[in-house]
């Protein structure tokens, strides 16, 4: 956990300064306590048959998912090259489910040799070619359908992935003709209905209006077709709280509500108690886990704006530019006597958007070190070499010990695979 401590800045108690001062900046550095405590709010779930994957894309990093290995959850991957990082740690491939629109031929049968747990089917063509792909290796494949419930939520556009005109997922309108493509394929195995509605849902609504979506499709698959379906995915998204503004629903709120709606479902039908809810937390589960260090290179004023000039950039934290974020930003060891300013705090990449903070109160002074705050996720994963930068380190507190997880590239790993013609 991150907090304040006689006015420096600490990670389960020791000193970000020190981190900074040894590590340099930009550095990443994530607190292994609040991952393990994120995590044991699932790992208390018990009175539903709960499955947990977590969502590689939030962060990657291998020690990180190391740890879910060791909490004993699963993961949802959306590349080859997720689930390489997942076989990487030795965890469980059969614990694994394969999502996306666009996968590769070579993808899927490298995740059925590697004997993946499932693969969410997004179009209707998908199911074909995952059929030839096991036919020609000799397997059957289990698949879930991944449909497209229309459900709205509130949250940025870009991260909305369940209404109509979304990429994502099968049309409910195409299920019943879905089924009888399924029934008529002889090396793939319908396994489970799926549905993702986006990332940073903050009500539980959509959740509750998903699942019952998915309830009905699987009464109809019994009802229609004689076909069982015993695993039902949620998906993920569940919201974390970036600011003071925001109101995040707790975890038990949620498990109570999924237990209402089991509860109604079995009065009619006993076979609910057959159900394995799949669930696929990334966000948060690693979210409020870290801070990004970034020191202070210059100050500059520009008609009514001041410039706090740091040297993290885009290219490190594009959640602001991409997404509108706001993070907290917090000085990490005040020893100036600069005044209290209203700042825009921004990085050396050559475009206006290079904003990781606007309007931000910090009390600061050049060569000081500020932390951006809840960087775990959708942070490090998407970070890019624009400019020529190179990539941050990264390290983990652990037991009262600093691990670096990722050094800081080099220069000359930018063009490491580059050939002049």
Known sequence: MFYYNNDILSADGISLKDIATHFGTPTYVYSEKSISDNSSYFKKINNINLTVCYAVKANSNLSILNLMNRYGFGFDVVSIGELLRVKKINADISKCIFSGVGKKDDEIETALKLGIHSLNVENMGEFERINKIAKSLNLIANIMIRINPNISVDTHPFITTALDNSKFGISHSLIREAIKLCKRLKNTNLIGISFHLGSQIKEIGPYIEGLQILLDIRKMFKEDYDIIINKLDIGGGLGVAYSKNDTIFPIDDFIKRVNEVFSKASTDDKTISDIELILEPGRSMVANSAVLLSKVIAKKKAGDKNFLIVDAAMNDLI??????????????????????????????????????????DLQVGINEYIAIYDTGAYCSSMSSNYNSRTLPAEVMIKDGNIHLIREREKHEDLWRNERII
């Open 319 to 360: 959640r602001p530019i991409l997404y509108n974020a706001q993070h907290q930003v917090k000085t990490v060891n005040l020893i100036s006597n600069d005044n209290t300013k209203t700042y825009d705090i921004v990085g050396p990449i050559c475009e206006s958007s290079d904003v990781l903070g606007k309007n931000i």
